[in-house]
T-cell receptor
Framework: AQSVTQPDIHITVSEGASLELRCNYS??????LFWYVQSPGQGLQLLLK??????LVQGIKGFEAEFKRSQSSFNLRKPSVHWSDAAEYFC??????????????FGKGTKLSVIP | NAGVTQTPKFQVLKTGQSMTLQCAQD?????MYWYRQDPGMGLRLIYY???????DKGEVPNGYNVSRLNKREFSLRLESAAPSQTSVYFC?????????????FGPGTRLTVL
């Protein structure tokens, strides 16, 4: 079965600093990979996704992620963090489990705090 | 265009009580989903409906039932609530049941079972 690990439960960065959130997955074939963001009291919003092709994926809000097959990782990055980026971030993997069927598996999330 | 709406926003139940969580989307999406979110657990899929008229179990279906009332509405029912069902419940919708389509999430329902 597929699994997703987000090693960091909570990260604090200063506004303007760079950010990298880690995500490692376990799956036998090439997975479909996603990053979602959840602002306080809100539902989840898709930041970016990777299916195939270029391993560096650009998303919304200035985020990008890089798929590294050799490391089974899909880390999320942003060069300069804004106070509004404070939220919880979820990595998810979605294998194809059968005809017309798939399920997303979410990591446990990384909470990002931003110091002004 | 409200997107995905959920009612109620908050609910407190006693053990053994029943209730239905409502979800509606106005994006003409075919697929709808129910997740639960527990602290330190991420989101887990309870049930989904790939298209109107179909429903399937997800990772944690025990203790729940669902109804796809029409294309817009997908409800989640707890027949006999248990404290283990205390959680935040999210409904989501997607144009179709495919990785290529983003899932759009509602704001959630925070449920406490005493």
């Amino acid at each position: 079965a597929q699994s997703v690990t987000q090693p960091d439960i909570h990260i604090t960065v200063s506004e303007g600093a760079s950010l990298e959130l880690r995500c490692n997955y376990s799956y036998g074939a090439t997975p479909y990979l996603f990053w979602y963001v959840q602002s306080p009291g809100q539902g989840l919003q898709l930041l970016l996704k990777y299916f195939s092709g270029d391993t560096l994926v650009q998303g919304i809000k200035g985020f990008e992620a890089e798929f590294k097959r050799s490391q089974s990782s899909f880390n999320l990055r942003k060069p300069s963090v804004h106070w509004s980026d404070a939220a919880e971030y979820f990595c998810a993997v979605g294998p194809y489990s059968g005809a017309g069927s798939y399920q997303l598996t979410f990591g446990k999330g990384t909470k990002l705090s931003v110091i002004p | 265009n409200a997107g995905v709406t959920q009612t109620p926003k908050f609910q407190v139940l006693k053990t053994g009580q029943s209730m239905t969580l409502q979800c509606a989307q106005d994006m003409n999406h075919n697929s709808m989903y129910w997740y639960r979110q527990d602290p330190g657990m991420g989101l887990r899929l309870i049930y989904y409906s790939a298209s109107e008229g179909t429903t399937d179990k997800g990772e944690v279906p025990n203790g729940y039932n669902v109804s796809r009332l029409n294309k817009r509405e997908f409800s989640l029912r707890l027949e006999s609530a248990a404290p283990s069902q205390t959680s935040v419940y999210f409904c989501a919708s997607s144009p179709s049941h495919s990785y290529y389509n983003e899932q759009f999430f509602g704001p959630g329902t925070r449920l406490t079972v005493l």
